[in-house]
Each structure stands twice: as C-alpha cells, then as structure tokens.
C-alpha cells in the first residue's frame, strides 16, 4: 500500500496511463541493481530513485576524481577525494528519503556478481568494462533476471533489455570483448544522462508492466546526427 | 550507390572523420573490401585472419545480415551498410 506522502510525492506519474496505484506499488516493491553508478549508472540511479523504486543496490567502487564531474551526476566537488558511494548514497537520500539504499564499495566482478544480482528483480548494466558486464551478464541468465543493457562512446549510444527465456544475452549480442576497448572513453554528460534516462525508462517500464520493452531490439543512438536506428537482434 | 556507415567506435581508430563510404558493393563483403583498401587500419578492428570477427554486428537497411545471406548479402542503390562494435562507455 502507498502512504499519503507517497501518493503526493509520486502523484504525477501515476496518471501515465496504465501506472496509476497498482503500478506505483510495483515500483515500491521492486530492486534494482545499477553498476557502476559513473555518467550512466549515475542518472540512471537518480531517476529510478526520483521514480520510487522501493530498492537501489548501487556498486562502485573507488574516491571521486576531477575527471568525473563531467558526468558522474551524483558526485560533488566538495566530496573530491572522498569515496565515490558515499557521495551516491548522500545525493540519492538527500533527493528520496523513503526509498531504501544498499550502497557497495566495489564494482562488479564474478567474486560478487550472483550475490548482488541475487538481492533484486532488474539489472542495469551501466559498467565500463566488458568484464564487469559478462558478469552481470552471466548471473543474471542464471538467476533468471532481466537486465536493461546500456553502453555508450562519444556521441553514440546502444540500449536493449535482455529477458531471459524471452530474448539473448549479451554474449548472443557480443560474444566477445573487443581487445581495443579501454575504460577512459571520450563522453560528455549530457550523452551518457541521455541513454541513462532512456534505460532508467526503460527499467520503469518494465516494472510497472507498461508500454513496450526493447526486447529482441538494439537501440542505435547516434546523437551526434540525432539519427535512433531499431535493429532487431536474437 | 550503397554506404557504409562508421559509428564513433570505429572512426576512432582513424586519423581523419570519416562517418560514412561510398562502396560499389555488390555484396556486404565486397564492401568491407573497399573499406579495408580505404582504411586497412581497422582490418585488425573487425577481422580476423579473413573472417569478419563475431563481435562486430553488420546491419544492412536496419537488418542484421546473420538474419540475410551474410557477407553475402547484396547490396545496391541507396543501401545503408551499419557496423556495429561492442562498446561499454557507462
């Protein structure tokens, strides 16, 4: 059940058709697992947690740098230095109270991956580094949970839900990771919060059961020339 | 005449921007032939040895050419050619 102060706080968004109480409820009961929460993972976690998912597990590890604060919306210049998920947990409470917060210190790994997965109903993968993602990946085929994939380089942008039983799976999509691939990538803010926010709907969607998923679909987002291509994969 | 279109992934690894290429085809394959003679940089990108790498997803007019004839899909007119590399910006 939705307390008053839910019902006031979210009152806008229930009137999405097909969301209304019941679908607030479902996103009150829902947990999300969002790594890393960097210029992706950052605004995905703030809209999931603006939206009232009643459950955020954030990874990430590591202190704040200079170099995040172009993108990494969740940390501060005044918290330059000090860990990266304290500046998360302190923004995110700071926005919604009335959600809960599950902060880890580390990034995503095969050590840890079906404990953390383990502990939600929905993925979203927002790491850097492919390792990281095979392993949201493959604990997640195995524990049967979706997992809303969104990458980004320079001006462009992939997004799509995997579902196990329903679509593949990142390793159908890129069985491999590119050897070329490295963390630092050229990025401004404002494309990484552009897939993020798409991906945080996405998630949303997916849990109040409404509108249509990008199942058997990749999103191509070429922002540089506004161009959003729907390719079909398996 | 068919293109070939250069996400931001590939375009990285050349000195220039180059977006997309004008290609005669008349397949896929004769395609990424013209590409590798224009750009012979990206040959370690997208091949290995002779075979297009299974990490690279190719798209012709929106359709993934595993679903076509491959490589061996053909290509004419205004066709649009898209590789697609993995990429894992977050």
């Known amino acids: 059940m939705l307390t008053d102060e839910e019902k006031a706080r979210y009152e806008w968004q229930m009137w999405t058709p097909g969301v209304g109480e019941a679908g607030q409820e479902r996103l009150k009961n829902a947990r999300v697992l969002i790594s890393r929460c960097g210029g992706v993972g950052s605004v995905v976690a703030y809209e999931l947690a603006a939206a009232g998912v009643g459950k955020l597990v954030l990874a990430h590890a590591g202190n704040i740098k200079p170099s995040d604060l172009n993108r990494q919306l969740l940390m501060t210049h005044d918290a330059l230095g000090t860990p990266r998920m304290d500046s998360v947990l302190r923004r995110l409470r700071d926005l919604n109270p009335l959600i809960e917060l599950v902060g880890v210190k580390e990034n995503l790994s095969e050590a840890n991956a079906a404990d953390l997965v383990g502990q939600v109903d929905l993925v979203v993968d927002c790491a850097p580094l492919f390792v990281e993602r095979y392993a949201m990946n493959d604990a997640c085929v195995r524990l049967g949970k979706p997992m809303v994939e969104c990458a980004m380089f320079d001006g462009e942008a992939y997004l799509t839900t995997f579902v196990p039983g329903v679509t593949g799976d990142l390793r159908s999509l890129f069985p491999e990771p590119p050897p070329e691939w490295k963390r630092e990538f050229p990025v401004f803010g404002a494309v990484s919060g552009t897939i993020a926010c798409m991906a945080a709907y996405e998630a949303i969607k997916c849990i109040t059961q409404t509108g249509e998923l990008l199942t058997n679909t990749l999103l191509h987002c070429d922002l540089q020339r506004m161009r959003f291509r729907r390719l079909p994969i398996q | ?90």
């Open chain 2, 1 to 90: 005449m068919p293109k070939l279109i250069l996400p931001a992934a590939l375009r990285r690894h050349l000195p220039e921007t180059v977006s997309e290429m004008d290609v005669e085809g008349p397949t896929v394959a004769d395609a990424l032939d013209e590409l590798m003679l224009a750009h012979p940089q990206l040959r370690p990108v997208l091949f290995e040895g002779s075979e297009l790498k299974n990490t690279v997803r190719v798209f012709v007019n929106e359709e993934d050419i595993r679903s076509l004839h491959g490589t061996g899909t053909p290509i004419q007119g205004n066709d649009e050619v898209l590789l697609l590399p993995p990429i894992a910006g977050g």
